[in-house]
Nanobody, 123 residues
Framework: VQLQASGGGLVQAGGSLRLSCAASESTINAYNMAWFRQAPGKERELVAG????????YYGDSVKGRFTISRDNAKSTVYLQMDSLKPEDTAVYFC?????????????????WGQGSQVTVSS
């Protein structure tokens, strides 16, 4: 299975972006999915995760109330809607998949990764 991320770009503080992550196979629908981000010199961190059914969701403290994760299993695609963006949200964003019975929070658990998508928020 391959993951293809898209939707990054440059936006002013307070603006919005939507990232998409499309899978090459529908088998991804049985996987928990997550968005991670990594800023220069920092460790990769979990931004948001969603269970394979789309019911269980997790958000990092820094993005709660601003970001929304969702999935459309008919399209084998996961989305990250990012609103009220801040300069500190600037990072490379990665989508990832994990085949496990519950959501996990550390990037080392995720075995399938998409390419990164740069998000830059100007002040």
């Amino acid at each position: 299975v391959q993951l293809q991320a898209s939707g990054g770009g440059l936006v002013q503080a307070g603006g919005s972006l939507r990232l998409s992550c499309a899978a090459s196979e529908s088998t991804i629908n049985a996987y928990n999915m997550a968005w991670f981000r990594q800023a220069p010199g920092k460790e990769r961190e979990l931004v948001a995760g969603i269970g394979w059914r789309g019911v269980t969701k997790y958000y990092g403290d820094s993005v709660k109330g601003r970001f929304t994760i969702s999935r459309d299993n008919a399209k084998s695609t996961v989305y990250l809607q990012m609103d009220s963006l801040k300069p500190e949200d600037t990072a490379v964003y990665f989508c990832a998949a994990d085949h496990y019975y519950t959501l996990r929070y550390h990037y080392i658990e995720y075995t399938i990764w998409g390419q990164g998508s740069q998000v830059t928020v100007s002040s």
